[in-house]
């Protein structure tokens, strides 16, 4: 357009309560009267500004993009050449080449729309996708728990005689309830912990920390879950400590074991070990369930993702994504593995602590 008609190009597009310049060449720069030239093309789909009726005398020149649909923004020529603006050829150019920019950015913002619709429509079905497993999740916690509270109520209420429940079934009971209110509290977590990474509100508050501890408060607060299974433990003594935020890191075991137990039999072995990389410590939990297919493997960690083999399980597809985002925070790296010759093998780093004052020493 420039080297076409001798003068600086801009495109102006509608705000929300004036226009705003899009694009533009180098040396295109509008004064106050310009401004209110190009609002006026705008308003009324006729051109002003030089070589017109209106502002005329100003050395820009403002012609509206119209399409079916009304005007879709200006296009503004601005020349420092005296006298005539344009030649009749020129002119002729200057409508069709017009008229091309205009459908051009019509389409363009069609598409956009379509991208935004459809955008939409997958977060809605991803709403609904959510919703519908976060019922069924507290769906079946909250039965058992209730259940268990009508069995203890209806015992107190007989006294003595065949409706007491004896000591073993009460414990036994009280341990079912428990377990259930441990995965309704788990459940929490993750939807709490997910809004704040979404938001963008959750701080980490790295420390030095021992990867030995941690893995022991984790298998401590889990006990309920993995007490009829062989679990293997192997963390070398010698291994460095790590920045992590304790909490948030804890919270990330706790999601990879409880999804090791979810997807693996119910008397099988889990192991979790941690060895040094270099800078980092690598930390694998390890079961011997069906495994993931290979295609599957690189998107374990998205959101709302479950693969083809996991469909028959219940889950919300949140707890791994938030592990994602919990050890990226903090500067690590999470993946799946297969575990051969059985299971999977979930894996995550974090770099080792380095001491400031040592290294500026």
């Known amino acids: 357009f420039g080297i076409i008609f001798g003068g600086e190009i801009g495109i102006l597009f509608a705000g929300e309560t004036q226009l705003h310049q899009q694009a533009a060449t180098a040396g295109y720069t509008l004064d106050e009267e310009e401004w209110s030239a190009a609002e006026w093309a705008f308003q009324n789909a006729q051109p002003s500004g030089k070589g017109t009726e209106t502002h005329s005398s100003i050395q820009s ?121 441990d995965t309704l509290n788990r459940l929490v977590e993750n939807l709490l912990a997910m809004t704040r990474l979404e938001s963008g509100i959750i701080h980490i508050k790295s420390q030095p920390g021992d990867v030995q501890d941690l893995v022991g408060a984790v298998i401590n607060q889990m006990v309920g879950l993995i007490a009829k299974r062989t679990l293997a433990v192997d963390i070398p003594p010698e291994l460095p400590t790590v920045s992590m935020d304790t909490v948030l890191t804890g919270q990330v075991l706790v999601n990879l074991l409880e999804n090791s137990c979810k997807f693996s039999g119910a008397n099988s072995a889990i192991s979790i070990s941690a060895r040094q990389h270099g800078e980092t410590v690598e930390i694998r939990v390890l079961d011997e369930g069906a495994g993931i297919l290979p295609e599957d493997l690189p998107h374990v960690f998205d959101k709302f993702y479950r693969g083809r083999q996991l469909s028959g399980t219940a889950g919300t597809g949140l707890g791994l994504s938030i592990c994602k985002g919990i050890i990226e925070a903090q500067g690590g790296k999470i993946w799946a593995e297969n575990n051969l010759p059985r299971g999977t093998a979930l894996v995550f780093t974090l770099p080792v602590y380095q001491d400031v004052k040592e290294v500026r020493k």
Do not use: C, M, W, Y
Not at 78 to 102: D, M
Not at 159 to 170: C, F, I, M, Q, S
């Open 61 to 181: 020149r403002f012609i509206p993009l119209k399409t079916p649909e009304g005007v879709t923004g200006i296009l503004g020529i601005q020349s420092q050449l005296s006298g005539g603006f344009l030649t009749q050829e020129q002119r002729t150019l200057l409508e069709g080449l017009t008229n091309l920019a205009a459908l051009a950015i019509e389409r363009a913002k069609f598409a956009q729309q379509v991208v935004q619709v459809e955008t939409l429509r997958t977060a809605e079905r991803l709403q609904s996708a959510l919703l519908n497993s976060i019922s069924h999740q507290l769906r079946t916690p909250l039965a058992t728990i209730t259940g268990v509270l009508t069995s203890l109520a209806e015992s107190e209420r007989a006294g003595t005689g065949n409706g007491k429940l004896a000591l073993p079934v009460r414990e036994e009971l009280i341990d079912s309830a428990t377990q259930q209110a």
